[in-house]
Nanobody, 127 residues
């Protein structure tokens, strides 16, 4: 699976962005898809995951503001980001887990659970 993330940019605090992750390869619908971020000088952090069933997980910091969704017909996963804050500034990465049915917070939040990664897209939120 190859992943291509896009949609990042510069936005003012309170604004919105939608990130897109386009996947190539077969059996996309069976994959669990995740979004992670890496802020400057920090470790990679979990943002959201959508299972093959459509169930979702979110980091506490983005609950109620971000929404992950998928369109299996287009091999695409989205991250709608609303009410953006300066602390959301980071490079955002999409990732794919071949075990799309796997669940549990400790599993889905771990970067090691994802075998495939996109190149990242930069989101900058100005105050």
């Amino acid at each position: 699976v190859q992943l291509q993330a896009s949609g990042g940019g510069l936005v003012q605090a309170g604004g919105s962005l939608r990130l897109t992750c386009a996947a190539s390869g077969r059996a996309f619908s069976s994959y669990g898809m995740g979004w992670f971020l890496r802020a400057p000088g920090k470790e990679r952090e979990f943002v959201a995951r959508i299972m093959s069933s459509g169930s979702t997980y979110y980091a506490d910091s983005v609950k109620g503001r971000f929404t992950i969704s998928r369109d299996d017909a287009k091999n695409t996963v989205y991250l709608q980001m609303n009410s953006l804050k300066p602390e959301d500034t980071a490079v955002y990465y999409c990732a794919a887990d071949r075990y799309g049915y796997a669940s549990g917070t400790s599993y889905v939040m771990r970067p090691e659970s994802y075998a495939y990664w996109g190149q990242g897209t930069l989101v900058t939120v100005s105050s």
